[in-house]
């Protein structure tokens, strides 16, 4: 039977990656607006503005973590379980 936490992981990096290329897009705009001087100045910008960029590259190195740490729980996964391991699984997935 097809294993339930396999498809869940799966599931899970697709959409990790969708939503950490969509972050760090959000993130390059919001750094580059501020960059460009037209959003806002001052010495209060200026510093947001290095505060932002800080984080951005912070954000960026922490969400191109989370799909090698996704792929090494799939990598430890069976394609394959018992349909009693299966039900297991699934009501774990499910909270019960």
């Given at each position: 039977?097809?294993?339930?936490?396999?498809?869940?992981?799966?599931?899970?990096?697709?959409?990790?990656?969708?939503?950490?290329?969509?972050?760090?897009?959000?993130?390059?705009?919001?750094?580059k607006?501020?960059?460009?001087?037209?959003?806002?100045?001052?010495?209060?910008?200026?510093?947001?503005?290095?505060?932002?960029?800080?984080?951005?590259?912070?954000?960026?190195?922490?969400?191109?973590?989370?799909?090698?740490?996704?792929?090494?729980e799939?990598?430890?996964?069976?394609?394959?379980?018992?349909?009693?391991?299966?039900?297991?699984?699934?009501?774990?997935?499910?909270?019960?």
């Amino acid at each position: 039977m097809e294993n339930p936490y396999l498809a869940s992981l799966k599931s899970l990096k697709n959409n990790l990656k969708a939503e950490t290329e969509m972050l760090k897009k959000q993130l390059e705009t919001a750094a580059k607006d501020m960059g460009s001087k037209k959003v806002w100045v001052g010495k209060a910008a200026s510093d947001w503005a290095k505060d932002l960029e800080g984080r951005r590259s912070r954000m960026k190195l922490l969400a191109e973590k989370l799909i090698p740490a996704v792929d090494a729980e799939i990598a430890k996964c069976p394609e394959k379980v018992t349909p009693g391991e299966a039900k297991m699984m699934r009501m774990d997935l499910q909270g019960y």
